[in-house]
Each structure stands twice: as C-alpha cells, then as structure tokens.
C-alpha cells in the first residue's frame, strides 16, 4: 500500500487560490478514478476536483470554507502498490503531470479526522410526492389541530418518523414552519444561530465591501414614462412567433448601448491601483441576477452588435445557467457596465453598488400606473424609475444626470433607440 | 304532516349511520337517525355478523365430526348431528341483542330514531314516511348512509331456489347441493361453511382465480383446504340459467355448456351502493363511478351533505363506514379532523382466515418501490402445532431504504384475531425493527409477526 497526495490542480484563468465550499469524500471513503472530491470556488465559478485514482480517502487538507492555493495538498489517497497515476484527463483543470501528485510516507504523515463528516443515521429517504408523512395517529391529529403540515416536519424516529418530540420543537419554534402557524401562539424566542459565510456568499461579500469602500458612489434617481416602450413591447410580443417574449430588459440594454455612444466614459473600468481608465467599444452589460446561492453577474458580451430579440434570447440563455449553475466562468466575467433589476420586488428607488472596477451601474425599478399631468388633465401612465449609480471618482455629477436624461428620452421615445446615428 | 328540526340527520342505521349518530349525540349534536328497515344494517341483520355466527356453527359442527373419527387427540364422541333450525334461532337471537344494543346505545347518545322511509326535498329537507304518516324533517346537516345491496344477475333474479347472501343467511336447512356464484370473500366464507355444514358445494367463479383481491400465496392455503373439504371449484365458468326443470344451474365452463344439479343458488357477484329510490338525485352530487365523490372529510360536492360507508366505494368494510361515521360526527359538532387512514384492514373469514393491511406485493410491484420481505409459516409455530393447524404463514413487506413498514398479510387458522396487530403496526408507522423488538407471547399465533420481521432483517430465530 502506499499513500498518494492529490494536489489542487491549476484551475486556469490566473487563479492563485480557491476556497473549498464542499467536500465530497470524508476520511475513510473508498473513490474511484474520477471521482469528485471537493468542489472549489474560483472568483465566480464553482469546479469539481475529480480523483487521480482509486483508493481509501486518508486525509483532508482543510474545512470547507478555508482557501487553498493552487499546487498545495487537497486529499491524501491510500492505494494499491500497483496503482499507476495517470495523467489527469480534461475534466475541470489541467494538472501539471510533474507534481499532480506524490507518494507520502504515511508514517510521517499525521491523519487529520475527518472534517466533512456527514451523518449516516437513518436519514429518511425522500418520500415520493403524494406520500403520507410517517407519523402515528394521536402526532397526525395534534399537527391537524395546531395547523401544522407536516409536510414541512423533519422526523427524527426512524425511517424519519415524526414524533410528540418533533412536533414540540416546531411549536417551540414556529418559524420554522415555513407555511403554517402554530395557532396564534407567540413565543418569546432566545436562540442565535451562528452561520458560517462561504463559497459565493463569502465572494459577495468581499466584492460589495471592496467597492463600496473604494468607490464614492453618487446615485441618480429618474422616473421614466414607459407606456409608449409597454405599448411597443405588447405589439412585438403578439407577433413573435417562437421568439422568446421580450420584457423591458432588452430595450433598456439598448438604451444604455445607445447611450454609451454619446458617453463612451461610462463603458469603462477605473484601475485605480495602476491610475487608469480603460475605457471599451464592446459594450459587455453584467446582468445582476439573483440564484439559490446568491447574486451573480453573467455578461451579455456585444449589447451593441445584438438586436432586441437577439438579446432578449440570451438573457433567457444567461439567467437560467445563472440560476441553475451552468454558467461558465467566462460568462461570469468581463463586464464594462451593469444592469440591476428586482423585476416586480423594484420598489421606488434603489441605491446600486457599482460593479468594480465599472464605474456605471443602472438600476431598474418596477413599473406602476401613476397618474401624469399631461398640461390640462391627469392621464395614467405607466411609469418606472431608473436608480443608477457612477464612480464619483471618474464621472461627474452633470455627466452623470446627462447620460440618466439620454436613457430616460430612449425609452419614453422608443423609435430613438432603432434609429441609425 | 309531523316536522322536526335538527342539526345532523343521518340516512341509514347501519354500522358507519348508528356510529355516527352516537358520537354526534355524544358530543351534543342534536341528531336524528332515519332507518326503514332495523337498526345495525346489512352489517349487523344479515352481514358480519349472522355470517359470522353460521361459521362458527359450521366449524363447531365439522370439529364434532372430526371427534367422531379416529383422532390423534383420542377424543371419542358418536357422530353429531345438527339442528340447523335451532342454529338459525341460535343466529337470530345474537342479531337480536345486538340491534337492541345499538337501540339502547342511540337512546343513551339522545339520539331520535325515525322509522320509514326518506325521501329528499332538497339538501336541508328530508321527508320520511312511517307508519304514523309523513315526517318533514330540517337539518342543517347531512349524511348519506344508505349502504348496498346485492348484486343481482339478470338471468338469475333472486326468488325461489335463487339467493342473495341475506336469504343464504336464513335458510332453515342446509342444501344438500350448493352452488355458489362469485368466487370471492362472502360467497367462498358461505361456501366453506356450507361444505362443513353438509352441502355438497360448487363454486362457479368468471375469472381465473377465487379471492382475486389477494395475492397467490395467500389464495393458496384457501384452495387446499377447499379441497379437503371437498368443494368443486370452476374457474373461467360462467353462469347461464336455471334449467327449465329448475332442479339443475347451466353453466358454461370453457365454452362448454355444463348441467349442475342443485338446491339452492347463491348468488355473490358483488354489492352495489344503495342510491336510488329516495329522491338523492334531487341534489346532482358528484359521482365517482357508481358511488358518491367524497372529499377527506366525507362531503359530497354539495356543502354540508355528507356521505359514508358502501356508498362512498370501495373497501366496503362495516369498520371503513364506522371510521368515517366517527370523523363525520366529530366535524359536524366543530372539530378539526381529516381522513388520514394509512390502512384499512381487511379479512377473509374463510379456512383458514385470511388478513390483508397495507400494501401487498403486487401493490409493491405496481408503486415500484424497492421493498424487503419476510415470512413465518405456521409449521415453525409451537402454538399453530398444538391447536392442529400448521397451515398458513404472515408476511411483512417493507421499505428497503428505511424499513418502513407498507404490508403486513397472513392466512391461517382464527387469524383475523391478529388483523388488529397488523394494522396497529402499520397505522403507528412501524419499522422492521419496531417489530422485531416487541415481545409477543409465547406460545401464540402473534409471534409470527415478530418472526416475519426478524425474517425481513435476514434473522429469524425459529427458522
């Protein structure tokens, strides 16, 4: 027998280091050759470490959460001596062959526990939809009473039996009850719940500090008429055919591409550390889009070479492999400027943080019906407010209405946005 | 015309009817009970429990004759003989305690008994016609608990040699030729006890099997003791006409036209719900087939009619009908209930008895859940050797990730006594080792239960 040491593979695009958000092994798990170990999170992306060969998981390197830097230690593997390492296939990374792994002598070597370790009780299998919940007759009858589904109950007997005990921790804990109350009952509450920040949220976090402590944001609130843009959108909508159907995004894009062309400083990105500004041709808009994990960013590469439809269909293509996790990592970066929207949640107004090292972002906020006084009566329009924010650094306050005025007379005079310069 | 008002009518007295308007009148329901016939149902005056009685009868009297042969207990007795009038009185005189026992229980709850015949005006108004004229009554709710009939076959009508299982249950001398329409639970029950009885039995069943419902290694014990006890079993057969002579039943078994002789006929095809004759189709309630669509809380599509028993389908099981009449009672006094049953019973009072609760293995196969299976036959029991009855075995079937478990069925002698095991396992959400860690007594019939789970887990002790 002898031990291997899987190192964390280069994983492209100049990354130095990862932060590991899952293990997929724990100590004394049998793997196979391609087998997944850990996923690691790169500045966006989420990859798989799959295994060199077969053998016994014998160490760790570190808990989820923890960051690794490319090249260091990720698992140990025991195998057998006739194990031959093979190069890594192109799964996620390419390994340089020379140091992918080494053999270890495993009486120097201190086993760590195992840090990802997963509880193998009698976890209930799910249960199919439809399938009553495991419970006895008096515990089903007092869930009837207190208006608890449950559904929505973990089990804790076995095969995932809900139990008296179960049921009194949820009247205990009401809110744990996503969709039923415990009666009226109001309880004091005293517990805390600690919650490790890792993975996309830790990258959130660490992007909006950065950018709200470097950036002096000023922000620009606007209330646009969008009933002519509605109007177009219904008509282009009837006769779409099997185009997707187009929500205002697409014209807003357009708006802001067409925009850019008189104010080519707000597609741009501020290295404030060199002291330059690169300004782009290519507009590439980051699209804020909220997932399961959190916020991401994909881009829509070329708004200015793309027709409404053509970017209404990628908007579609990039917020659900956004939201499903397919998202390739080039599609999560080189954005030049960002749209914001909360869709139906937009409220009024809102105070977007720039995407650094953009010095532009655009928020979109809901349409309402408000009534506008046309100069001799009240008529109701449908209007939407635009909440942008500028890189104070760079764009001035004037420069920044001005660019806000310009997407504001795009959309309320939609024929500006398709007619030639 | 006499009108009375009340807060819950109940139609029909009979075992899922009287429930209910017990616990209603428990509970302060001012409530009203219509019944044209007696008081208990097809259940109580000529179901469950007439049949029930005839059976141990039969089996008392088989056992006697057994006596009188050469036994390896070294009893001797002289040959029996049996009075069957006497057993019928015998019958007679239990239903008799037993419906005035409902009549007592309805009195104690405060419950009205009205008796005669209702007729719906509309969903808040019922008259019913006795004997003293016509009774308006006003409810603000109620339930429909009229139960079903026997199926009648047209060729067939009942009258004369003809029976359906009430007549079955009243003749005052076995038939020395029996046939039996319909191999399923009440004609192969009336059958056997005929057969131990005296009758020579034939039983004409359409399909390939008896006791289709159940699985084949439960059927199988039945069939061997069918033919011990010397009944004719045809299979694929069906029942044509009495010949014209009426002393013989035509049947046609594989395209073959085949002469029966016989006495009597009975006929048990099945039972349909009682729905028609007294003005429900004034209300249009939504039907589920021929039965009434009924929600989790027994209503019908109309607000505050409800329904329970036979007509509501299938199981029709007296226990079924008494479940939902408790629940109905309970909501209609302002309780919060459901219909959350994980199982219904059910058994076959034939020899050996069978049990079914729960899923069993073709339910299994057919959901598609990967399951374990375990089994205790009867030959490995102390208690089934020492009361001469080895046949027979129980069966667990449970969830293979989580042990769960889905089915519990058994044939063998007097098991239906642990039909009520069975389902306690199943409606508390046991597991394998749930039953596996109970103790049962020793020596009895109950420990199969404990085995069939310690064969489900791979270790069975007594095997």
């Known amino acids: 027998m002898k031990n291997i040491a899987i190192k964390l593979p280069d994983v492209g695009e100049g990354v130095t280091e990862v932060e590991i958000v899952e293990w997929h092994v724990k100590v004394g798990d049998e793997v ?34 923890d960051v690794l830097a490319v090249g260091s230690e990720l698992v140990h593997i025991e195998t057998s001596d006739d194990v031959k390492i093979e190069e890594a296939k192109e799964t996620v990374a390419k390994l340089q062959p020379d140091n992918a792994s080494k053999e270890v002598d495993v009486s120097e070597q201190k086993l760590a526990p195992s840090t990802s ?28 009473q207190g208006g608890i589904d449950l559904r929505q109950v973990v089990g804790s007997g076995p095969a995932g039996r809900i139990t008296h005990e179960d049921l009194n921790r949820v009247y205990a804990n009401p809110v744990a009850q996503s969709n039923a109350g415990v009666g009226n009952a109001m309880v004091e509450q005293a517990g805390q719940t600690d919650i490790k920040i890792t993975g996309l949220r830790k990258k959130i976090s660490e992007k909006m500090a950065l950018a709200n402590a470097r950036i002096p944001h000023i922000t620009i609130v606007e209330e646009v008429d969008v009933t002519s843009i509605e109007d177009l959108r219904a008509k282009l909508n009837d006769d779409r055919g099997d185009k997707p159907k187009l929500t205002v995004l697409p014209f807003i894009t357009a708006a802001i591409v067409k925009a850019i062309q008189k104010q080519p400083e707000m597609n741009a990105h501020y290295y404030d550390d060199e002291g330059f500004v690169r300004r782009y041709e290519g507009v590439h808009a ?41 998202a390739k990592r080039e599609e999560l970066i080189g954005s030049t400027i960002t749209i914001t929207s909360l869709g139906p949640l937009g409220a009024i107004a809102t105070t977007p943080i720039i995407n650094h090292p953009e010095v532009a972002i655009v928020g979109v906020n809901k349409i309402v019906v408000r009534p506008h006084w046309d100069g001799a009566e009240f008529v109701p329009r449908k209007m939407m407010n635009i909440s942008s924010s500028f890189d104070h650094r760079i764009i001035d306050g004037w420069d920044a209405a001005v660019f806000v005025q310009r997407i504001k007379t795009l959309l309320e005079t939609p024929a500006l946005i398709f007619m030639g310069n | 015309m006499i009108s009375k008002k009340c807060k819950l009518l109940i139609i029909g007295a009979g075992p899922g009817g009287y ?29 469950c429990i007439p049949s029930k009685a005839i059976i141990h009868a039969s089996n008392e009297f088989e056992k006697a004759r057994e006596n009188a042969k050469d036994n390896p207990l070294g009893i001797r007795a002289d040959a029996p003989e049996i009075d069957f009038s006497k057993t019928i009185d015998w019958k007679n005189g239990i239903v008799d305690r037993l419906t005035q026992g409902v009549a ?48 009648e076959l047209p060729s067939l009508p009942f009258g004369g040699k003809i029976c359906s299982s009430t007549e079955a249950l009243e003749l005052r001398k076995p038939p ?13 029950e009336l059958g056997m006890a005929y ?8 039983i004409v069943e359409a399909s390939a099997n008896i006791l289709s419902m159940y699985d084949d290694d439960l059927r199988k014990p039945v069939e061997k003791r069918m033919k011990e006890l010397g009944i004719t079993l045809h299979c694929e057969a069906q029942a044509q006409t009495m010949s014209e002579d009426g002393k013989a039943l035509l049947v046609s078994i594989k395209d073959k036209e085949v002469r029966i002789p016989t006495d009597k006929v009975f006929v048990t095809v099945g039972r349909k719900p009682n729905l028609t004759e007294f ?92 399951v374990v299976t375990g089994k205790f036959p009867f030959s490995a029991s102390g208690r089934a050797m020492s009361t001469e009855r080895e046949d027979g075995f129980v069966t667990v079937i449970a969830r293979k990730d989580n042990h769960e478990v889905l089915g519990i069925q058994g044939v063998g002698a007097e098991i239906s006594e642990l039909s009520g095991a069975f389902t306690l396992a199943i409606e508390m959400a046991s597991t394998l080792e749930d039953l596996s860690m109970v103790i049962q007594a020793h020596p009895t019939r109950a420990e199969a239960l404990q085995e069939s789970a310690f064969s489900a887990l791979g270790r069975s002790l007594h095997m």
């Open chain 1, 32 to 65: 196979r050759e391609d087998d997944v170990l850990a996923a690691v999170l790169t500045d966006k992306a989420t990859v798989e470490i799959p295994s060199l060969c077969s053998g016994k998981i014998v160490w760790l390197a570190t808990d989820v959460g």
């Open chain 1, 117 to 144: 370790h997963k509880p193998t009780s009698n976890l209930s299998a799910p249960r199919k939809e439809g399938e009553a919940p495991l419970a006895s007759p008096a515990v089903r009858h007092r869930a009837l």
């Open chain 1, 286 to 326: 980051g699209i804020a889009t909220m997932t399961e994990n959190g916020l991401v960013v994909p881009v829509l590469r070329h708004a200015e070479a793309k027709s409404v439809w053509d970017i209404a269909s990628e908007l579609v293509r990039l917020s659900a492999s956004a939201r499903d996790g397919t």
């Open chain 2, 19 to 47: 429930v209910c308007a017990i616990r209603a009148g428990q509970l302060g329901v001012d409530t009203i009970i219509v019944e044209e016939s007696h008081l208990g149902g097809t259940c109580l005056n000529v179901g």
């Open chain 2, 104 to 151: 007592g229980l309805l009195k104690k709850a405060k419950v009205q008994h009205v008796n005669g015949r209702a007729n719906f005006i509309d969903g808040k108004t019922v008259d019913v016609t006795t004997a003293g004229g016509i009774v308006r009554i006003s409810t603000e709710n109620v339930v429909i608990a009229t139960g079903s009939k026997s199926i």
């Open chain 2, 176 to 188: 020395k030729k029996l046939i039996i329409i319909g191999g399923g639970y009440i004609g192969l």
């Open chain 2, 195 to 202: 057969a131990k009885l005296g009758s020579k039995v034939t």
């Open chain 2, 279 to 370: 003005g429900l189709e004034k209300l249009s309630l939504v039907m589920n087939g021929s039965f009434l669509k009924i929600s989790n809380k027994c209503l019908t599509s109309m607000r505050d009619v409800y329904a329970i028993g036979d007509v509501t389908g299938e199981p029709m099981l007296a226990h079924r009908a008494m479940a939902q009449g408790e629940m109905v009672a309970e909501i209609v006094s302002g309780s919060k209930r459901v219909w959350d049953k994980r199982c219904i019973p059910a058994v076959c009072f034939t020899d050996p008895e069978i049990v079914s609760v729960g899923m069993s293995a073709t339910d299994v196969v057919k959901n598609g859940i990967e």
